[in-house]
């Protein structure tokens, strides 16, 4: 199987080849600039492969959660490459991306979705596959949990923005935490392969965005209510 797998949902842009278990990538940090990488990284990369776009299998992109407009973008792209090669799609989870870098059997994933709020799930390994046993949510860090389970590992930049009280509260229930760990299209490859290989593809027109949250901004009122807090 020969995949192109699109990331943007965060402040990294990142792009990688999936050819037959062999991964090429590029990553970058992007800031505001996820526009004016994605299709160079994908070049250079078919460039560097000696791939044509209409001899892979199909695109597979980080469906969020994530950035409001990272989201749109791997959408637009992912659909334009997609409908130009006649080539089918697949969405990828960014927060189960963060439990596929890890080692561990059981993830607690959090990503920062800033406005003081988090996004997060909980993943348990099935296999070559993760099961979901927390399905992706927006929240207050406050309000984040470990399932009750045992040997619960962290990861994912939402760690960093907890307040020291609720990160000590769940360091003492994880084996470890992983802040460092961002989504990135070759973590996501395999996991895009395994959604292919099971018939999870679908027609680009089909491509869009996993949303949780339906506003990119707090009112002066919301901000000063959350200040007082």
Request: aromatic share 6%; net charge negative; proline share 4%.
């Amino acid at each position: 199987m020969k995949l192109l797998v699109l990331d943007t949902s965060t402040e990294w842009c990142s792009a990688a080849l999936w050819l037959e278990g062999t991964v090429h990538a590029r990553r970058e940090l992007a800031e505001q600039r996820h526009s004016s990488l994605i299709l160079p990284m994908v070049d250079a990369l078919l460039k560097e492969t000696g791939i044509s776009l209409r001899a892979l299998d199909g695109i597979g992109y980080g469906a969020g959660p994530g950035s409001f407009t990272g989201l749109r973008i791997a959408c637009a792209v992912t659909q334009g490459l997609a409908f130009g090669a006649d080539l089918p799609v697949v969405g990828v989870s960014t927060l189960e991306s963060l439990a596929a870098q890890t080692g561990a059997e059981r993830v607690l994933t959090l990503l920062d979705a800033r406005m003081t709020e988090v996004y997060w799930a909980a993943y348990e390994r099935d296999g070559e596959d993760w099961r979901t046993t927390l399905a992706p949510r927006l929240a207050a860090p406050d309000s984040v949990f470990v399932p009750d389970a045992a040997d619960w590992a962290g990861a994912g930049n939402g760690f960093a923005v907890l307040d020291a009280g609720v990160r000590a509260e769940l360091a003492a229930r994880l084996t470890q935490i992983d802040e460092t760990l961002m989504p990135d299209a070759a973590a996501m490859a395999p996991l895009a392969a395994r959604a292919f290989a099971r018939g999870a593809a679908a027609d680009a027109a089909a491509a869009a965005p996993i949303y949780l949250r339906d506003k990119v901004a707090l009112t002066v009122q919301e901000r000063r209510a959350k200040k007082t807090a």
